[in-house]
């Protein structure tokens, strides 16, 4: 059973930061992306950043230069820096990823349960 768990959510000040962590625990075989995604109450998610095995990285154009995501691998975690934080920010983050397990010819897609992060002006 696969399972992505999101941590590092938590309340912080405009102009704070904050790092969330996303890690895929089961019987693993490939991990290809792995994004985060965030949702405001009543609205659809977003797409915040994504990225790729092979380590490409994309942003959504109200977080670029404020936000990074990195990945190891080797933990088959994903990271988000939330930098310069804004009111605006506040957001459910959630974590998604596509995995092959290692009792399956595919891969599949996965959502974490998220994470709260709360801006505080």
């Known amino acids: 059973q696969v399972q992505l768990v999101e941590s590092g959510g938590g309340l912080v000040q405009a102009g704070g930061s904050l790092r969330l962590a996303c890690v895929a625990s089961?019987?693993?075989?490939?991990?290809?992306?792995m994004d985060w995604y965030r949702q405001y109450p009543g609205k659809q998610r977003e797409l915040v950043a994504t990225?790729?095995?092979?380590?490409?990285?994309n942003y959504a154009d109200s977080v670029k230069g404020r936000f990074t995501i990195s990945r190891d691998n080797a933990k088959n975690t994903v990271y988000l820096q939330l930098n310069s934080l804004k009111p605006e920010d506040t957001a459910v983050y959630y974590c998604n990823a596509d995995i092959r397990s290692s009792n399956s010819p595919i891969l599949r897609n996965y959502w974490g349960k998220g994470t709260l992060v709360t801006v505080s002006s």
């Open positions: 990225s790729t095995s092979a380590g490409s990285t």
């Open positions: 089961g019987s693993i075989s490939v991990i290809n992306r």
